[in-house]
């Protein structure tokens, strides 16, 4: 019930090309689902963040679509550059605290 | 950077046993999150205190304790050291408002703790 499972493990990318991480949940009650961006030897960063009121929310190259009914959300990454390379996790929580986190999708952007 | 500031940033204890990590939380910020992130998984959530007072657990046991001081302040004591408890450690902060019921969460940089 309180899982976030996230998808793939570890991802490719060519520059210039779409990163895409995906998650599934399981508690219905999650209502709030931010996605957090971790170099190494830091601490992770809020990238974008969606409320399940909405069924997509963007901000500059990072999107997130949302899936209330499949409770699947994902983070598309447009233009990926080598500076994205990087530990993403996606996370879920009841009123924004107290977060589950996924197990982290490991991307590589090669120029 | 966020504000969140972790102290110390690598730490050495052995079997058995007892640390004590801290966390300055972002200026304006009255909740604190802490979480275990082991290597290559996904951070795990510990505790939370809200205006000095323990605000939810996570499936921790209980030599996992933690303080919240007035400036809101935190820090995690782990007693009893165990293998396993080498791992990152995550403070988190954020603005509970009146409910306790927090926005956005801020991390700091970690405490890396190996346990030999």
């Known amino acids: 019930q309180q899982q976030v499972k996230q998808s793939p493990q570890s991802l490719i990318v060519q520059k210039g090309g779409i990163s895409i991480i995906n998650c599934a949940y399981e508690?219905?009650?999650?209502?709030?689902f931010p996605w957090y961006q971790q170099f190494p030897g830091k601490g992770p960063a809020l990238l974008i963040a969606i409320r399940p009121d909405v069924s997509e929310k963007k901000e500059g190259r990072f999107t997130i679509s949302f899936n209330k009914s499949a409770k699947q959300f994902s983070l598309h990454i447009m233009d990926s550059q080598p500076g994205d390379s990087a530990t993403y996790f996606c996370a879920a929580s009841i009123g924004a605290d107290k977060l589950i986190f996924g197990t982290g999708t490991r991307l590589q952007v090669f120029p | 950077e966020t504000g969140v500031t972790q102290s110390p940033t690598h730490l050495i204890k052995t079997r058995g046993q007892q640390v004590t990590l801290r966390c300055s939380s972002q200026?304006?910020?009255?909740?604190v999150s802490w979480y275990q992130q082991a290597l290559g998984q996904g951070p795990q959530f510990i505790f939370q205190?809200?205006?000095?007072?323990?605000?939810g657990r996570g499936n921790f046991p209980p030599r996992f304790s933690g303080l919240q001081f007035p400036n809101y302040s935190s820090e995690l004591n782990v007693n009893a050291l165990e293998l396993d408890d080498s791992a990152l450690y995550l403070c988190?902060?954020?603005?509970?408002?009146?409910?306790?019921?927090?926005?956005?969460?801020?991390f700091g940089p970690g405490t890396r703790l190996l346990v030999l």
């Open positions: 988190a902060s954020s603005f509970g408002g009146t409910s306790g019921r927090g926005e956005t969460q801020y």
């Open positions: 200026s304006g910020h009255n909740t």
């Open positions: 508690n219905t009650a999650f209502d709030y």
């Open positions: 205190y809200y205006r000095e007072e323990e605000n």
